[in-house]
């Protein structure tokens, strides 16, 4: 079969290997969609935390189970969801089912080697089976609306809150999208233009401010009536915006960073300390997260199409990933495989 390593930044490789052979438990996926993340983004421009190479990314995965060594043959033929998070199953988080933050947790794509290939063997309890009618290239995005829904579950947004979600990428639109059942006071911001006017007119957003703007905090307590914002959501994972982001966060309000960057974080203790302010982390998702989600997608609750705009063939991954990547309207890119020649 055909995989993809990224030997290095900006060098990717495709080589002709095995078809991984089935260990007892697994299963063996026909990859047909690989969704690009931030993470493979990062990977490829070097400043992945985690990570080292070569290494074969891809871990926002769907495809077709062609063959199993389980008891139970009944998954051949079906459509599935990839959920990529390799979990001890014994840790204390584990134990607890915070099986997302697993003290020996491995990734696909990022830890260990993922999807960038034409076959890749999965434990059966990393499976997640779509209906026969969901379309394929809507499960390859699961994962990173998984992302988002499990930062939003741990914002615990009440009816009136003010939200203020940094970063119009898949993951804060993500955010966006299960966000609105919660409260309809939202706020965007980003500093792409392109991005906030796709917000608007795309998910609706009505209240949506560029980062760069100098009114910006002023904006905001006129906004919120002074009050700033209830809940802050980071989706950007840059140092700079996270480093501005307590200004906008009212008393009592709790700060969910989903983002992730390399650095360390100052925090001026005096702002946080006054505010009473909760900080969390919200890493990956679980298995409930993962259920969820592909059950708002079959119940048409949210549309992950409005997420997708751009395509790329298998064959064109090492040629044309830097190109398609930079392409300034890109929200979320979509490797397609089914149409890869043998």
């Keep these: 079969m055909k995989q993809i390593t990224l ?15 089935l260990k007892k438990g697994e299963l063996l996926v026909q990859i047909k969609n690989i969704g690009i993340c931030g993470t493979d983004i990062h990977a490829f421009h070097g400043n992945q935390p985690y990570f080292s190479y070569p290494r074969v990314l891809g871990h926002e995965l769907s495809g077709i189970i062609v063959d ?10 079906k459509p599935v969801s990839v959920l990529p998070y390799l979990s001890c199953g014994k ?27 034409e076959y890749i063997s999965v434990p059966v309890d990393n499976i997640m089976v779509g209906r026969e009618e969901t379309d394929l ?43 609105k059942s919660k409260t309809d006071k939202i706020i965007l911001i980003d500093i792409n233009q392109n991005r906030i006017t796709y917000c608007k007119s795309t998910l609706g957003i009505e209240h949506s401010f560029n980062g760069n703007d100098e009114t910006l905090f002023e904006e905001i307590k006129e906004l919120t009536n002074g009050h700033f914002a209830d809940i802050v959501i980071d989706a950007t994972g840059n140092k700079k915006s996270i480093q501005q982001q307590l200004t906008f966060l009212g008393h009592g309000g709790k700060w969910i960073l989903i983002g992730l960057q390399r650095e360390d974080l100052h925090i001026n203790h005096p702002e946080f300390h006054k505010r009473e302010a909760t900080l969390m982390s919200s890493r990956n998702a679980t298995k409930h997260d993962f259920d969820q989600v ?38 979320k890119g979509i490797i397609k495989v089914d149409e890869l020649k043998k």
């Design 137 to 179: 290239e809507h499960l390859s995005m699961i994962e990173p609306l998984s992302i988002s829904y499990h930062g939003i579950m741990r914002a615990d947004i009440l009816k009136n809150d003010w939200v203020i979600i940094f970063g119009a990428g898949p993951i804060g639109m993500g955010a966006i999208l299960f966000a």
């Design 294 to 331: 592909m059950d708002k997608i079959d119940r048409k609750e949210i549309d992950p199409a409005l997420l997708i705009t751009h395509t790329l063939d298998f064959k064109e991954v090492v040629n044309s990933f830097s190109t398609f990547i930079g392409d300034q309207t890109l929200i």
């Design 68 to 77: 199993a060594k389980i008891d139970n043959n009944s998954l051949l033929g």
């Design 7 to 21: 030997i290095k930044p900006y060098e990717f490789e495709e080589r002709n290997v095995e078809i991984p052979i």
């Design 91 to 117: 840790c204390n988080s584990c134990v607890r089912g915070k099986t997302n933050c697993c003290a020996q947790l491995k990734v696909m794509g990022v830890h260990v080697d993922g999807g960038f290939g």
